[in-house]
């Protein structure tokens, strides 16, 4: 794994962080698969029981494609006649990154300690949580640069603001303040940015050490709700309480609750 992207595992824990500060953390193809191959580690490896997404420096979390590569690649695809093969990264690379976040057996944290723009965005809107640092910004970017939205974003932005909203922020780009974002739905905390990362580490550590089994229901129902009726619903609730109801995890809790005691919770 490239050192554009940073992958550690501590107590249940995973921690992706994004390294390329000196260009706001843009995605170059090298940070790309980086980002790609450590999104799939966390989704895969059971010790892992939620996972935080951070990025270096205080400038942004993520501006997106990085540009000045990018041109590059328009130029010699237009000089080759080879069309719009250079666009195959959203299926390579951005497509997979979003898929292993959002399809996560587990919870995930974003800590977003500056502009998020473009594909930042909905690597952001990717998580469950995202805490935002005060100074931070959202911009969705796309149709600055002609281009129509990718990363997710024209599925989990219109869940988080809705159609109405989404259709705004999409085709009238424009920078959203970590207030604003507040307001909109699309950060769930807002710190000072001196905080953020000790409180990002905070709550991520926390899901850690919470119900993996109960956290990863709840994520499959809440997607499962948005796309099914009120009785289909009820019936893949009926499915995964069962499931919850039949871990380790949920006798722990009833136990510790009889007993006035904190749980300690094994993930399973």
């Given at each position: 794994?490239?050192?554009?992207?940073?992958?550690?595992?501590?107590?249940?824990?995973?921690?992706?962080?994004?390294?390329?500060?000196?260009?706001?953390?843009?995605?170059?193809?090298?940070?790309?698969?980086?980002?790609?191959?450590?999104?799939?580690?966390?989704?895969?490896?059971?010790?892992v029981r939620a996972v935080l997404l951070t990025a270096a420096g205080d400038?942004?979390?993520?501006?997106?494609?990085?540009?000045?590569?990018?041109?590059?690649?328009?130029?010699?695809?237009?000089?080759?006649?080879?069309?719009?093969?250079?666009?195959?990264?959203?299926?390579?690379?951005?497509?997979?990154?979003?898929?292993?976040?959002?399809?996560?057996?587990?919870?995930?944290?974003?800590?977003?300690?500056?502009?998020?723009?473009?594909?930042?965005?909905?690597?952001a809107l990717a998580a469950d949580y995202r805490i935002v640092a005060d100074?931070?910004?959202?911009?969705?970017?796309?149709?600055?640069?002609?281009?129509?939205?990718?990363?997710?974003?024209?599925?989990?932005?219109?869940?988080?603001?809705?159609?109405?909203?989404?259709?705004?922020?999409?085709?009238?780009?424009?920078?959203?303040?970590?207030?604003?974002?507040?307001?909109?739905?699309?950060?769930?905390?807002?710190?000072?940015?001196?905080?953020?990362?000790?409180?990002?580490?905070?709550?991520?550590?926390?899901?850690?050490?919470?119900?993996?089994?109960?956290?990863?229901?709840?994520?499959?129902?809440?997607?499962?709700?948005?796309?099914?009726?009120?009785?289909?619903?009820?019936?893949?609730?009926?499915?995964?309480?069962?499931?919850?109801?039949?871990?380790?995890d949920h006798v722990i809790a009833v136990q510790a609750f009889v007993n006035?005691?904190?749980?300690?919770?094994?993930?399973?």
């Amino acid at each position: 794994m490239a050192d554009t992207v940073l992958y550690e595992v501590s107590d249940g824990l995973a921690t992706i962080t994004l390294n390329r500060p000196e260009a706001m953390n843009a995605m170059n193809i090298e940070t790309k698969v980086a980002f790609r191959e450590a999104a799939q580690a966390a989704e895969a490896d059971d010790s892992v029981r939620a996972v935080l997404l951070t990025a270096a420096g205080d400038r942004a979390f993520c501006v997106g494609q990085d540009l000045k590569e990018h041109i590059g690649g328009l130029m010699a695809a237009r000089e080759s006649g080879s069309g719009g093969g250079v666009m195959s990264t959203v299926q390579e690379h951005y497509n997979p990154i979003v898929r292993a976040l959002t399809g996560a057996a587990k919870p995930v944290v974003a800590a977003v300690n500056g502009v998020a723009a473009g594909a930042g965005f909905g690597f952001a809107l990717a998580a469950d949580y995202r805490i935002v640092a005060d100074t931070a910004a959202f911009n969705t970017s796309f149709a600055g640069v002609a281009l129509t939205a990718d990363s997710g974003i024209s599925w989990t932005l219109p869940r988080v603001v809705g159609p109405s909203r989404a259709a705004d922020l999409l085709l009238f780009p424009r920078s959203i303040t970590a207030q604003e974002a507040y307001e909109l739905g699309i950060a769930n905390r807002i710190v000072p940015s001196a905080d953020l990362a000790a409180e990002a580490v905070k709550v991520a550590r926390g899901l850690a050490e919470g119900p993996t089994l109960a956290y990863a229901a709840l994520k499959e129902s809440l997607a499962y709700g948005l796309t099914h009726s009120l009785e289909e619903t009820l019936e893949k609730e009926d499915e995964l309480q069962t499931r919850a109801g039949s871990s380790e995890d949920h006798v722990i809790a009833v136990q510790a609750f009889v007993n006035k005691e904190k749980p300690k919770y094994l993930g399973r």
